[in-house]
């Protein structure tokens, strides 16, 4: 071997010592014995001060001994002799705990630039980025990093619960089901799942996850509240109230939980209790918007709507609110004068409410207003000739100009309404185009049977999305009960829900709602009947404005336009009122409907 060669094989060995020395040390940080790791690495420093591995191992001990400045330093020049990937992650976790997260997110951006298939610097710039707040960002990053290696739990987890954030909640379940299996009995991935599956109105199964997820973790009043909001959407609201106040001992401050208490307060028409909670938690100064907006519900429930309405207006301070667009213009509340004025009337909540509250646009006019209707869309054809409005628009289209703008819901609080002032007209649509009527007619009257038959309309449920849903809807098999009467019976219940269809399929209900593209054909096939029975939705509101008889069937706590101990409405002079007893079933209701329904038809 010439001298050239034996040089090689020298630096070769030198190499290889140099290597396994470096490995010593990292094993010996990892087993705790920080002095033993730092004398392997003065001892490569001493021979070759720019050994990249020993000045990174350097930075290492700082970092597990917390001094984050002299960390950078020794990572630094590492990366100066030799840009690598994990010395760039070393960087980005030790400016991660300087708290410089936009910088730290610079060194993980450049380390899976260099690495790009590595799941833990995806990770990493996830975790860096989840610390930025950009949650869509990230959750693009921690996905990358299920594609790279389907087995990261805490990807799984962090991509379900940024999912559930963004009102994904399919594919939140998805993720976090993958994480149940990848970590069974984790008690955060079943407290995530269990959201997920309470937004999409799976309460059993969210009650299930939650129950679990409280016997791993038994004192976490996050899960006692969460189980109290399953047991509440089950209509079980005594068992719900137990769990609140269990969540509360832990919690006391938490104005989530004592929200939920006071609602459910309501809901159990616990009325003194449900103010006395309002009183203490305002005493406290804890209210937030959420209390403002419950308590002006539980006003304007028990008729003092001129408190209600001030308050509802506390709905434009909740987070996630029924969008209402920014405004340049000033909104207007009733303080000034609209003569000569363009004022924009926008739709604020559902088409029900649209529909409630456009009445008070002939008044608007009265005052020298020119008004512009921006509704929902599939209410644009019904409303377009209403008393009073100058142009009626889409929301969603491009608006035109306009001086002040008032949201619907808020037209109430402008005219200072109380039960003995609330403008009433049996009937205040335009009424329906006469051809649209007559084919609806002809078509009932080729229904076979008899043609003095009472024509009734029906609509059971309304949208699942409803807060009060589980109590306000009903079943087909459940409404059955009226079927036997000798009427003709026509759905106006757009949407089926999947366990209705069977039933709607065999039954003697006329099912003609494909056809009824917006509401005003639906309008038109109303004003063909003698009567609509219907629960609390937008039909209900829609035939008492036509002034059809209208039989409303309400929850025991119903909403607060319904009032309590009633059965007629003073918002609809031809409704009329059935309502649920403390047992909450309707089927008591449905009885005394049969009867009546049985009264109505022989009186015609």
Known sequence: MNRRERRAQKSKTDALDAAAQCEAGHRALQAGHTLEAQLCCQSLLAENPNHAPALHLMGLIAFTAGQYDHALEWIARAIAQAPRADYLASLGATLSRQGRPDEALKAFDKAVQLKPDDAALWKAMGDALLELRRYDHALLSFQHVLKLDASNQDAAYKSGVLLHDAARHEEALTCLNICDELLPNHAPTLQARARALLALRKFDAALSDNLRANTLAPNNPDTHNNIGACLQSLGKEEDALAWFDRALQRLPDSIEILNNKANILQQLQRFDEAFALYDEIRARRLNNATTDWNLSLLQMLLGDLEAGWSGREARWRIPDAAPYPQF??????????????????????????????????????????????????????????????????????????????????????????????????????????????????????????????????????????????????????????????????????????????????????????????????????????????????????????????????????????????????????TARLFRQDETRDYAPVLDQVRIELLRFAAAR
Request: hydrophobic residues 45%; charged residues 20%; contains cysteine.
């Open 328 to 573: 340049s213009q000033p909104m207007w509340l009733g303080q000034q004068s609209v003569a000569g004025k363009t004022l924009l009337v926008h739709v604020d909540e559902g088409l029900g409410d649209t529909i409630q509250f456009v009445r008070y646009v002939p008044m608007l006019a009265a005052r020298g207003a020119r008004v512009i209707l921006a509704i929902e869309r599939p209410l644009v054809a019904l409303l377009a000739g209403f008393p009073g409005v100058s142009q009626c628009v889409a929301f969603s289209d491009p608006l035109p100009a306009f001086d002040m703008h008032c949201p619907i819901g808020s037209l109430p609080l402008a005219f200072n309404t109380r039960l003995d002032n609330i403008p009433a007209e049996i009937s205040y649509l335009p009424p329906p185009h006469p051809k649209r009527v007559q084919a609806w007619n002809a078509r009932l009257a080729s229904v076979p049977g008899p043609d003095d038959r009472v024509r009734v309309g029906l609509v059971w449920s309304g949208s699942r999305t409803h807060r009060n849903d589980h109590n306000r809807s009903m079943s087909l098999r459940m409404l059955s009960r009226i079927l036997e009467t000798d009427a003709v019976f026509v759905s106006l219940q757009k949407d089926v829900r999947e366990n209705d269809r069977a039933d709607l399929a065999s039954s003697k209900v006329i099912d003609w709602t494909r056809e009824l593209t917006d509401f005003a054909d639906t309008a038109a096939l109303v004003k063909c009947l003698d009567l609509v029975i219907t629960v609390d939705t937008s039909v209900a509101h829609l035939a008492g404005a036509l002034g059809c008889p209208t039989w409303i069937l309400l929850p025991w706590t119903p909403d607060y336009r319904w009032l309590l101990h009633r059965d007629d409405s003073p918002w609809y002079p």
